[in-house]
């Protein structure tokens, strides 16, 4: 059983950052792929950003430049360092694992977990 716990979501004005982090625990954190998921009221969940278990990421277009994910697979950590951030990236950010990248959602099989709000005041 897989169990992820995201953490440091915080409010912040625009233009300033916020660091991710999604712990899990349970096992096989080495061979997930890892992925960041948002979802905004009245949106619909995308894809923020994932990570392979070779260190090799995908990050969406609106976060290019801007943000970046990381692993730490002796701790079983990902991160996700937000730079520059804008009222849009405003969101409930969730973690997400599955045997390989990328993830889909809902399709894909994968474990989540229960979210950090990510506020961005303009």
């Known amino acids: 059983q897989v169990r992820l716990v995201e953490s440091g979501g915080d409010s912040v004005q625009a233009g300033g950052r916020l660091g991710l982090s999604c712990a899990a625990s349970?096992?096989?954190?080495?061979?997930?792929?890892m992925a960041w998921f948002r979802q905004a009221p009245g949106k619909e969940r995308e894809a923020v950003a994932d990570?392979?278990?070779?260190?090799?990421?995908t990050l969406t277009d609106s976060v290019k430049g801007r943000f970046t994910v990381t692993r730490d697979n002796d701790k079983d950590t990902m991160y996700l360092q937000m730079n520059s951030l804008k009222p849009e990236d405003t969101a409930m950010y969730y973690c997400?694992?599955?045997?390989?990248?990328?993830?889909?959602?809902?399709?894909?099989?994968?474990?989540w977990g229960q979210g950090t709000q990510v506020t961005v005041s303009s």
């Open positions: 990570i392979d278990r070779f260190g090799l990421s």
């Open positions: 349970g096992g096989g954190y080495e061979t997930y792929c």
């Open positions: 997400a694992a599955a045997p390989s990248c990328p993830i889909e959602w809902p399709q894909s099989a994968a474990y």
